[in-house]
């Protein structure tokens, strides 16, 4: 069974901050992503990865960075904390290769920036 | 205008009803349609997986699609609480070549309550 694991499940930080969140993924997964989920907004993408070393631009990339220093681990960076990146952040894995194969999701982060 | 936009509700229905969801797009493109399910304080999880237009029925779960009028839906039907969650359509374009692919574009959600 895929296990998608995330190193926190809340976290609250004070603006300004410098927040990494982890991911780690167990089944060898090429593709990576990081989406955060507000209400009314759904899931939005904010980064992805299909290779080590190797990052994509998703929709809200702004005040963002990431690391794929190694396949299994995807890491979020959030340079500058500011409150309008309190939000639920997913992160997600993927084979490549297959057009049905679906996303699989960790349990989520729960950022507060106060 | 949002690529996905998905019917809000809330929703709330009774035991045994039939449910249907909804989303809208409006880039033609998207190819490959799908729904996943979100418990909540967990992450979403693939519930039905469609290609281009038609019907698909696992269960009580049928995913419809309509590429002519860029709809798709989800239907339950004899709906229970344990059907209670937050409902994501999500698509994604044909493989652009490269770093597109598995990309998946999502609705906003609908949360779904089902009352014995």
């Known amino acids: 069974d895929v296990k998608v694991t995330q190193s926190s499940r809340y976290l609250v930080k004070r603006t300004g901050e410098k927040v990494f969140l982890e991911c780690v993924q167990d089944?060898?997964?090429?593709?990576m992503f990081w989406y955060r989920q507000d209400p009314g907004l759904g899931l939005r993408l904010i980064y992805f990865?299909?290779?080590?070393?190797?990052?994509e631009k998703g929709d809200i990339p702004e005040g963002y960075s990431v690391s794929r220093e190694k396949k299994e681990r995807f890491s979020l960076i959030l340079e500058s904390a500011s409150t309008n990146q309190t939000s639920m952040y997913l992160c997600?894995?993927?084979?490549?290769?297959?057009?049905?194969?679906?996303?699989?999701f960790g349990n989520g982060t729960r950022l507060t920036v106060t | 205008q949002k690529e996905v936009e998905q019917d809000p509700g809330p929703l709330s229905v009774p035991e045994g009803a039939i449910v249907s969801l909804n989303c809208t797009y409006s880039?033609?493109?998207?190819?490959?349609f799908m729904w996943y399910r979100q418990y909540s304080r967990k992450g979403p999880e693939l519930l039905m997986y469609t290609y281009s237009s038609g019907n698909k029925e696992d269960g009580r779960f049928t995913a419809q699609v309509d590429k002519s009028s860029k709809y798709i839906s989800l239907f339950i039907r004899d709906s229970q609480p344990s059907d209670s969650a937050t409902y994501l359509c999500?698509?994604?374009?044909?493989?652009?070549?490269?770093?597109?692919?598995?990309?998946?574009?999502f609705g906003q959600g609908t949360i779904l309550t089902v009352h014995p």
């Open positions: 990865s299909y290779d080590v070393k190797m990052k």
């Open positions: 997600a894995s993927s084979p490549q290769g297959f057009y049905n194969s679906p996303l699989h």
């Open positions: 880039n033609s493109a998207f190819q490959y």
């Open positions: 089944m060898d997964h090429e593709n």
């Open positions: 999500a698509m994604r374009l044909p493989n652009a070549g490269g770093t597109s692919y598995g990309k998946l574009t």
